[in-house]
């Protein structure tokens, strides 16, 4: 069974930063395009950021100069680096992995929740 582990999120203020981590089995990391999602309650679930196995990334508009993913090859792992955090962007966040993201990625992590509150 694949496991993408994830760790970083927390409580943090609004205009904060956090970074979230995903570390994949290597042959899924160098594989597979990684992303990460996000699920807020009462709202559809959001594709936030995407990188392929190249390092060309994708994001979200709402996160658009304020997020960057990035990958780390020797650790297998895959981070996203989030600034100027709104209260908007509390959220279970997901490590997503797969041939594309776009839809129904196959092997997601646990989630690890992030919440924006003064």
């Known amino acids: 069974q694949v496991q993408l582990v994830e760790s970083g999120g927390g409580l943090v203020q609004p205009g904060g930063s956090l970074r979230l981590s995903c570390a994949a089995p290597?042959?899924?990391?160098?594989?597979?395009?990684m992303g990460w999602y996000r699920q807020a309650p009462g709202k559809q679930r959001e594709l936030v950021a995407k990188i392929t196995p190249g390092g060309s990334t994708n994001y979200a508009d709402s996160v658009k100069g304020r997020f960057t993913i990035s990958r780390d090859n020797a650790k297998n792992t895959v981070y996203l680096q989030m600034s100027s955090l709104k209260p908007e962007d509390t959220a279970v966040y997901y490590c997503?992995?797969?041939?594309?993201?776009?839809?129904?990625?196959?092997?997601w992590g646990q989630g690890t929740q992030v919440t924006v509150s003064s």
């Open positions: 997503v992995a797969d041939f594309t993201v776009v839809t129904d990625p196959n092997y």
């Open positions: 290597r042959i899924i990391f160098r594989a597979y395009v």
